[in-house]
């Protein structure tokens, strides 16, 4: 793979799509060194490395072209260091599958929490809670056909949808808190609340995990700019 202290990753801390990539360096023991980009003021360094979405996080590598996109990101860790902890399944199908539900969860899943964040009048947020349920429950059965009764998606390790939907934990459970809910219902997805558990105690995750006051101090923040992270 080369030297893996040449490996620098653009981010900013509370953001759930920065600790994924963390995480994923964590699991492979890839070496990095951070760099720390603010919404007030971003980087020439990030500006230059991401120029379409100006986001984080971005992924230098040596002298490669900046890879952005989390998903896209830990992809291509996956393929420099195929050996030690691989996320994605080796059959085609199950890389399939990974690829579907990180996609739903991206794109339909967490956006809800941003609405939720957004939404102000009582009757929006409980329309949004409904819909969260519901996306709840999709994720119950996902898990439960994914980990064969084991502790995560991947089974008995982490894998690519433990990855992608566990650096969120944290984050919804902040959200949760505002807005008097629980995603994670010990009752109505009991599976998943287990999960849950797990992999937010996983060291991997922990070590990257935002603190209470760096959700709220970011959470401030976002009512000015838009979220810096993709």
Same mark, same amino acid.
């Given at each position: 793979?080369?030297?893996?202290?040449?490996?620098?990753?653009?981010?900013?801390?509370?953001?759930?799509?920065?600790?994924?990539? %963390?995480? @994923?360096?964590?699991?492979?023991? #890839?070496?990095?060194?951070?760099?720390? *980009?603010?919404?007030?003021? $971003? !980087?020439?360094?990030?500006?230059?490395?991401?120029?379409?979405?100006?986001?984080?996080?971005?992924?230098?590598?040596?002298?490669?072209?900046?890879?952005?996109?989390?998903?896209?990101?830990?992809?291509?860790?996956?393929?420099?260091?195929?050996?030690?902890?691989?996320?994605?399944?080796?059959?085609?199908?199950?890389?399939?599958?990974?690829?579907?539900?990180?996609?739903?969860?991206?794109?339909?899943?967490?956006?809800?929490?941003?609405?939720?964040?957004?939404?102000?009048?009582?009757?929006? %947020?409980? @329309?949004?809670?409904?819909?969260? #349920?519901?996306?709840?429950?999709?994720? *119950?059965?996902?898990?439960? $056909? !994914?980990?064969?009764?084991?502790?995560?998606?991947?089974?008995?390790?982490?894998?690519?949808?433990?990855?992608?939907?566990?650096?969120?934990?944290?984050?919804?459970?902040?959200?949760?808190?505002?807005?008097?809910?629980?995603?994670?219902?010990?009752?109505?997805?009991?599976?998943?609340?287990?999960?849950?558990?797990?992999?937010?105690?996983?060291?991997?995750?922990?070590?990257?995990?935002?603190?209470?006051?760096?959700?709220?101090?970011?959470?401030?923040?976002?009512?000015?700019?838009?979220?810096?992270?993709?």
């Amino acid at each position: 793979m080369g030297n893996e202290s040449e490996i620098r990753l653009l981010g900013t801390a509370a953001s759930p799509f920065v600790n994924r990539v %963390q995480f @994923a360096l964590n699991l492979k023991s #890839i070496k990095y060194e951070y760099i720390e *980009e603010y919404l007030a003021r $971003k !980087s020439e360094l990030l500006l230059t490395s991401n120029p379409v979405h100006k986001k984080v996080p971005v992924l230098l590598h040596a002298n490669k072209p900046p890879i952005c996109e989390s998903q896209i990101i830990i992809e291509y860790l996956d393929e420099i260091q195929p050996d030690l902890f691989q996320l994605l399944p080796s059959a085609s199908l199950d890389r399939a599958n990974c690829r579907f539900w990180a996609a739903y969860i991206d794109n339909k899943f967490f956006p809800l929490y941003e609405e939720l964040r957004r939404t102000t009048k009582k009757a929006g %947020q409980e @329309a949004i809670k409904e819909q969260m #349920i519901e996306a709840t429950k999709l994720l *119950e059965e996902a898990f439960v $056909k !994914s980990s064969n009764g084991k502790a995560y998606f991947g089974g008995d390790q982490v894998g690519y949808l433990d990855v992608v939907l566990g650096c969120f934990v944290r984050w919804i459970k902040h959200v949760d808190e505002l807005n008097d809910f629980n995603t994670f219902d010990e009752v109505r997805v009991p599976e998943l609340a287990k999960w849950a558990k797990n992999v937010s105690s996983h060291e991997a995750l922990k070590s990257v995990t935002p603190g209470v006051e760096t959700l709220v101090s970011f959470f401030g923040l976002l009512h000015i700019y838009k979220p810096p992270y993709q």
